[in-house]
Nanobody, 122 residues
Framework: QVLLVESGGGLVQAGGSLRLSCAAS????????MGWFRQAPGKEREFVAR????????YYADSVKGRFAISRDNAKNTVWLQMNSLKPEDTAVYYC???????????????WGQGTQVTVSS
């Protein structure tokens, strides 16, 4: 089992920035693809970003391209989501996830964190 714990959420004004962190357990973190998803009230969970095992390949949802950046440090068992130019529609609970061969599809991830709340005010 891989344990994932998100942190860094909070309240920010539109146009501001936040940096989310996801700390992972285990000795095999470097073998996993890591992703970020989000879920707003009353909506389905949606894909945000993912990074491959080396950190050299990233992919983003169209809604966050140019604003968000995902990165990882395997030596620290940590993945980050840097969020810039935040909009009220970015308000959601953000979840990190781990999978052995995963992309934008939620069901392709095997492990999930508990989520961290991000609220963007207008």
């Amino acid at each position: 089992q891989v344990l994932l714990v998100e942190s860094g959420g909070g309240l920010v004004q539109a146009g501001g920035s936040l940096r989310l962190s996801c700390a992972a357990s285990g000795r095999t973190f470097s073998t996993y693809v890591m992703g970020w998803f989000r879920q707003a009230p009353g909506k389905e969970r949606e894909f945000v970003a993912r990074v491959n095992w080396s950190g050299g390949s990233t992919y983003y949802a169209d809604s966050v391209k140019g604003r968000f950046a995902i990165s990882r440090d395997n030596a620290k068992n940590t993945v980050w989501l840097q969020m810039n130019s935040l909009k009220p529609e970015d308000t959601a609970v953000y979840y990190c996830a781990a999978g052995r061969n995963s992309g934008a599809i939620m069901t392709s991830y095997d492990y999930w964190g508990q989520g961290t709340q991000v609220t963007v005010s207008s």
